[in-house]
């Protein structure tokens, strides 16, 4: 694999967990509405998850154009990466709800 698929991944893997690891909005933003209760609520981690493997997945579709031809995909290929970004959410996930305090 290139360094630009490498990175792909380590990327995918970093912004999978980063909704679990803090109680930011998308990592940085720390908007009072959001946190009132001091914790985020799992509907903002969900919609901060479907942001994030939209990011990843434009910045694929980038260093994909810019090495070369872009390959047209359908539906079934969108499932599948959404499918392995949730499960590279997973160790983010059990540490935010699964791990006792």
């Not at 914790?39 to 901060?48: F, H, V, Y």
């Not at 359908?74 to 959404?82: D, K, L, Q, R």
Request: hydrophobic share 60%.
């Amino acid at each position: 694999m290139s360094a630009a698929g490498w990175f792909i991944v380590g990327l995918a893997v970093l912004l999978a967990n980063l909704p679990f690891l803090n109680q930011r909005v998308l990592g940085c933003l720390p908007l009072p509405w959001v946190l009132a209760a001091k914790r985020k609520r799992i509907g903002w981690r969900l919609l901060e998850l479907l942001v994030f493997y939209l990011v990843v997945g434009a910045l694929s579709f980038l260093l994909e154009a810019r090495a070369g031809n872009v390959f047209a995909q359908g539906w079934p290929f969108y499932t599948v990466t959404f499918c392995f970004f949730l499960v590279l959410a997973f160790p983010g996930f059990v540490f935010c709800y699964l791990m006792k305090r």
